[in-house]
């Protein structure tokens, strides 16, 4: 299975709600990985969990806030978002690299989150 | 600052042709490259991986990988149509880093 899953597909909010995105994998990857990305535009690095640890940030702002449950699942909690926050959130993973050994760690992606902040 | 630079495009092709999308590196010691097929509107999608110099092929996708220059091309064969996508070239660095960094993407268009 090579599957990455997410949901919702579609969310619609105000600037006051919060929801949650979600993506699941049952690759047996240990580092998971959340991207924003604009129309147009390259995917966008945001978050970096390895071994259910968070382990880069890129300096994102604290009305997004990721969680990692477990090894199969990632959350990204969403509050007080603005309008230039939407965009197609995704959810990638993979396996983890160690230095020096030999692996390709192709990242597989979820089909995203299409997030209209209002 | 590492790196991966690809020309945006739009690369226009006529159906039957062979599309040729390119991708340069700043990092020598980059380890393994990718190519994802991103159609509009939908999440990116692995078509290819390389690893070592040279050409590796699968079904009408071939991958040519240069060190010594530094880059990494995607040919496509017999261009259809349906080829029509942004292409992304993502390159995992030295250093023991499992995070690849991606070029902003080549819009490819097959037309008929």
């Known amino acids: 299975d090579t599957e990455v899953t997410q949901t919702p597909k579609h969310l619609v909010m105000g600037m006051t709600n919060k929801k949650s995105l979600k993506c699941e994998q049952h690759?047996?990857?240990?580092?998971m990985y959340w991207y924003k990305q604009k129309a147009k535009k390259p995917p966008e690095l945001m978050f970096v969990?390895?071994?259910?640890?968070?382990?880069i940030n890129e300096s994102v702002p604290s009305r997004f806030s990721p969680e990692c449950p477990n090894s199969s699942l990632l959350n990204l909690h969403l509050h007080a978002l603005q309008p230039e926050d939407s965009a197609l959130y995704l959810c990638?993973?993979?396996?983890?690299?160690?230095?020096?050994?030999?692996?390709?760690?192709?990242?597989?992606f979820g089909p995203g989150t299409r997030l209209t902040v209002l | 600052q590492k790196e991966v630079e690809q020309n945006s495009g739009p690369l226009s092709v006529p159906e039957g042709a062979i599309a040729s999308l390119n991708c340069t590196y700043s990092?020598?010691?980059?380890?393994?490259f990718f190519w994802y097929r991103q159609y509009s509107g939908k999440s990116p999608e692995l078509i290819m991986f390389?690893?070592?110099?040279g050409d590796k092929e699968d079904g009408r996708f071939t991958a040519q990988l240069n060190k010594a220059s530094q880059y990494v091309s995607l040919l496509i064969r017999d261009s259809q149509p349906s080829d029509s996508a942004t292409y992304l070239c993502?390159?995992?660095?030295?250093?023991?880093?499992?995070?690849?960094?991606f070029g902003r993407g080549t819009s490819l268009i097959v037309h008929p």
């Open positions: 390389i690893y070592s110099n």
């Open positions: 690759m047996g990857h240990r580092a």
């Open positions: 993502a390159v995992r660095a030295s250093g023991g880093s499992y995070i690849p960094t």
């Open positions: 990092d020598r010691g980059s380890q393994s």
């Open positions: 969990y390895s071994y259910e640890k968070l382990s």
């Open positions: 990638a993973s993979s396996q983890v690299q160690l230095a020096g050994a030999r692996s390709y760690n192709e990242q597989f």
